[in-house]
């Protein structure tokens, strides 16, 4: 097992490609992407033996933008018999030189890529994974604890029922949803489907434990781009008072919480209210993603607020190189001003053609 899968949007595996070739290289691992036009997945083959395993442990996960999922794989599992599928599994597993590490693997996904094809696989994986698990802890896996720190999950993906690759992830450094997909409940009270955005960028990007330290009722917010409110509905769900700026209405239930201020203006020239902290600016405006990325990097140098999230808009083309930019363009105008910051970003299940980006100023 000497290659990585990693999953994607469909029609961001060019993106995902250069993206783990980069990264693997700065860790001085080198190998090539195999890349199938929206397929929703990358194969990295690694030159040297026992590289895919070491990217999988050392390269953090959460560094990654355009990846949902990133797994030590073997070859393409070919010509699977529908009589008997799990033998082959079984013995990829067994003849693994990991095999002893892979006794202690805690879960089991059996999975396919998300795409519209791939979808009808959906169920013959759901009907496959009991058999397949009642296999594996017959043969001494999935016996593991999730606190152990090579603790492992194992991972089946089919890309036909005729074909898979089998492999597996390490807990301490993955995505640990099914298909690397954070699935979420659209809100019926919640003013546009947008709001699942913000929603899934507080889950990802700040710990569970310390959510309502980082967002609670005693801090103020602004949402640039606020109108109908998707954003700002997840901050007033969550105490904050909000400023919300744009020249468009807002929904009337936000108004109706007394939790909201709206400012008709230009997000661009916006300025919070005089001797009032503002802790969190949000920002969802459609705008060249250059000019959002100076945007928020003034409103922090400025003092202005401590902490955002927000999206960066891709162009059709060079999406890879206009982040790296616009990421290099913040952390630059920050370092300059000798800030400490925390900076992420990641291309959220329910981003589209935008990423979306997490900063977080250090005492």
Not at 5 to 32: H, N
Not at 168 to 184: A, E, K, T, V
Not at 231 to 250: E, I
Request: with cysteine; proline share 4%; aromatic share 12%.
């Amino acid at each position: 097992m000497n290659k990585l899968a990693l999953y994607c949007r469909i029609g961001f595996e060019k993106e995902l490609a250069a993206e783990i070739t980069d990264k693997a290289s700065e860790r001085g691992v080198f190998g090539f992407a195999r890349v199938e036009p929206n397929s929703g997945y990358v194969i990295f083959e690694c030159y040297q033996a026992g590289e895919a395993d070491r990217l999988a442990q050392e390269l953090p996960f959460d560094q990654l933008i355009f990846a949902r999922q990133m797994i030590v794989v073997s070859d393409l599992l070919q010509d699977l018999s529908p009589e008997d599928r799990i033998s082959p599994i079984l013995s990829q597993y067994r003849q693994s030189e990991l095999a002893k590490k892979l006794k202690n693997s805690t879960e089991l996904f059996v999975e396919t890529a998300d795409t519209n094809e791939a979808k009808e696989l959906s169920g013959f994986c759901r009907k496959f994974t009991v058999p397949l698990r009642n296999a594996l802890k017959k043969d001494g896996f999935l016996q593991g604890k999730d606190s152990h720190k090579s603790a492992v999950t194992l991972h089946v993906f089919f890309l036909q029922s005729t074909a898979c690759y089998v492999g597996y992830s390490y807990n301490h450094n993955h995505s640990p949803y099914f298909m690397g997909i954070q699935r979420l409940k659209f809100p019926a009270d919640a003013p546009s489907r947008s709001t699942l955005k913000l929603e899934e960028a507080i889950l990802t990007f700040i710990p569970k434990q310390k959510e309502s330290q980082y967002l609670n009722e005693n801090q103020y917010a602004v949402d640039l781009g606020a109108c109908p409110g998707g954003w700002t509905y997840q901050l007033v769900k969550r105490g904050l008072f909000v400023y919300a700026v744009d020249h468009g209405k807002m929904a009337a239930s936000l108004h109706e919480t007394g939790r909201i201020e709206h400012c008709a203006e230009d997000g661009f020239k916006f300025q919070p209210p005089k001797r009032r902290r503002i802790d969190w600016l949000v920002c969802d405006m459609v705008e060249q993603p250059s000019r959002i990325a100076q945007l928020i990097a003034k409103w922090l140098i400025n003092g202005w607020c401590h902490a955002s999230i927000f999206n960066l808009k891709l162009p059709m083309k060079k999406r890879y190189a206009e982040v790296k930019e616009c990421l290099a363009m913040i952390e630059q105008a920050l370092d300059k001003q000798g800030l400490k910051y925390k900076l992420k970003a990641k291309h959220l299940y329910h981003d589209r053609e935008e990423i979306t980006v997490y900063l977080y100023l250090l005492p």
